[in-house]
């Protein structure tokens, strides 16, 4: 037994590059310092985790940086560990071990969280590229192409692609997709060929009158866009072939390619009144009424 926390203890002291292991109160520690690649945690693993803690202790310190210019409470910032900090937390601890690193700007800080997190945690498609975004918008880098060379150093130059494209997609699409971090690589990708083209006002008019909708309900709206978009010979946002009218009273009139033709959809609050239907109807019959 003496072996083993003796063991344990070596192994939570051992040196990082760059850091000395201190005990520091929870309350000085800003855990949103930086951008958070997962934003969403899964709480039953949270839970998991705090049993852990209360039966065996916290096996592996957190890692922060001393901020330049604290704002108190906040003496540090959170490099890694962000489960780790919030278990502790619930447990009603008041100080957590902790790895105290040195970077010397916030950029490396920023890269030194995600490259943690990497080995940690598996980051969806998703989270990697919101990740980007908010670096960007943040200003820690200038354009989205930095933000991956800095913080994804070792892509490809295909998946570094892949990744910009994906960041279009959050762009275009980012508060409209509900739970979009369950999206795979290959859902992005299609999306971002969409967008890419030209096709993001109808993702978006696709998306809009959907109330209360899971993932796989939009997924399923969106479909035959995205399945258009990779064999239409023109653009989405080319004047002909039409394909989306938007008139007066929020009227919204949206063309959709279907296995068996062309399926016309309305949305908006005219296309509730029965009668705008029966007009439309008539005026098509009389248009292919035989004389």
Do not use: C
């Amino acid at each position: 037994m003496l072996a083993a926390l003796t063991d344990r203890s070596r192994r939570m002291t051992t040196p990082r590059a760059n850091a000395d292991l201190r005990l520091i109160p929870i309350a000085q520690i800003d855990a949103n310092a930086l951008p958070r690649d997962r934003r969403v945690m899964a709480e039953a693993d949270i839970t998991t985790l705090q049993d852990s803690i209360r039966d065996s202790g916290l096996r592996q310190p957190i890692e922060v940086f001393a901020q330049s210019s604290p704002k108190p409470p906040f003496l540090y910032g959170l490099i890694s560990g962000f489960r780790r900090l919030t278990a502790v937390t619930r447990l009603g601890h008041t100080t957590v071990p902790a790895f105290v690193r040195t970077p010397e700007t916030y950029d490396q800080a920023f890269a030194e969280m995600v490259g943690e997190n990497e080995i940690r945690v598996q980051i969806s498609p998703w989270e990697k590229a919101r990740l980007v975004m908010t670096a960007v918008q943040g200003f820690y880098y200038p354009t989205p192409d930095a933000a991956i060379a800095a913080l994804f150093p070792m892509l490809s130059r295909q998946s570094h692609y892949r990744m910009r494209s994906h960041v279009d997609v959050i762009e275009a699409l980012g508060g409209t997709l509900k739970t979009p971090e369950q999206l795979s690589s290959r859902q992005l990708d299609r999306i971002a060929i969409a967008v890419r083209n030209g096709w993001e006002n109808l993702l978006l008019a696709a998306l809009e009158p959907l109330r209360a909708p899971s993932l796989d309900t939009q997924w399923q709206a969106i479909l035959p866009i995205l399945t258009e978009s990779t064999t239409a010979k023109t653009t989405g946002d080319t004047p002909r072939p039409r394909r989306l009218l938007h008139l007066k009273k929020g009227l919204t009139i949206r063309r959709e390619l279907t296995p068996h033709g062309y399926l016309l959809r309305f949305s908006g609050p005219e296309a509730r009144k029965g009668g705008m239907m029966d007009d439309v109807m008539d005026y098509v019959e009389r248009w292919f009424q035989s004389e």
